[in-house]
């Protein structure tokens, strides 16, 4: 039978390393660790994307259901056994059985290459940031050629925008057989970016903790500058509506299922390794299926709460391009009009 005393005994066998794991300052720090990890690309990019493919509010159904019944479930068991056995993904799964070891090194891998892309993506972001500062922007307007007798033929026949992304970001080659060179703008920009990121996981958590407050809070805000406004652009509404109004029919499509479900992996971040290591810093008497219904419903509602400004804008982009059309043929009509007159 098993004594209080022999309980205590049992907790100061543990492995020193493990028992002189750091722990986070607060729980404020844990939970937003937690959501900043989760909340990313897949809430802000595809989650609206999936809802604008299957018919605006009917993709929420199945996106629901797939987190009460999936996301809800394994993300409770990642911060479960992390907070448990206080080790990062290859410890833990090691630890369960040697056999399983692989899912851990799996995760690593992915975390990596996952990186990768995030980090490319951030040089972007910077690239832009320090173009941004421009008056006017540089992607406003179509650039004058050397001759100074017009704007650039390349840019005239598309966009001043694509011109900037595609010749002035990326300056991409005629085709794919063709070979670029580096360009150095990006490669400072990745350089940055990547010291960015070593300056959060310097001291790890003790750094990632006091980053976090930052990184975490300034999305919300820069999403909240763009719902105010969205919403006062004409057109809005109609986005609004179309998000928010379900399309029965669309639930017919196995589709849609597979593609909640596979979205609740995307908003989450289940299987990256990154929650288990969060959780591994905390007590063990730590409440985690509170964690997991905070985590769990705060990203929910970012996906939401990203997805209004999206269709608001999309709404005023058709309304646009609704008006020019109507502009245009009206134009037309009464050119035929007075030509035939």
Known sequence: MDT?????????????????????????????????????????????????????????????????????????????????????????????????????VASLAVSFLVGLFYNMILAWILWYFFHSFQSPLPWRDCPINLNHTGYVSECEKGSAVNY??????????PNIETSGSFQWWLVLCLATAWCLVYICFIRGIETIGKAIYVTVTFPYLVLTIFLIRSLTLPGATDGLIYLFTPDWETLKNPDVW???????????????????????????????????????????????YASIPIFAILGFKANENFNKCRNWNILRLTNSFNIGG
Request: with cysteine.
């Open 4 to 104: 209080p005393g022999s309980a205590e005994q049992m907790q100061d066998d543990e492995p020193k390393d493990i028992a002189e794991r750091p722990k986070w300052d607060n729980k404020v720090q844990y939970l937003l660790t937690c959501i900043g990890f989760a909340v990313g690309l897949g809430n802000v990019w595809r989650f609206p994307y999936l809802c604008q493919t299957y018919g605006g509010g009917a993709f929420l159904i199945p996106y629901a259901i797939a987190l009460v019944f999936e996301g809800l479930p394994l993300l409770h068991m990642e911060l479960a056994i992390g907070q448990r056995l206080r080790m990062g993904s290859i410890g833990v799964w090691n630890s369960i059985s040697p056999y399983m070891g692989g899912l851990g």
């Open 258 to 304: 597979l593609d909640a479900s596979t979205q609740i992996f995307f908003s989450l971040s289940l299987a990256f390794g990154g929650l288990i290591a969060f959780s591994s810093y905390n007590v063990q008497k730590n409440d985690c299926e509170r964690d997991t219904l905070i985590v769990g419903l705060v990203n929910s509602f970012t996906s939401i």
């Open 164 to 173: 900037f992304w595609y010749r002035e970001t990326l300056n991409i080659t």
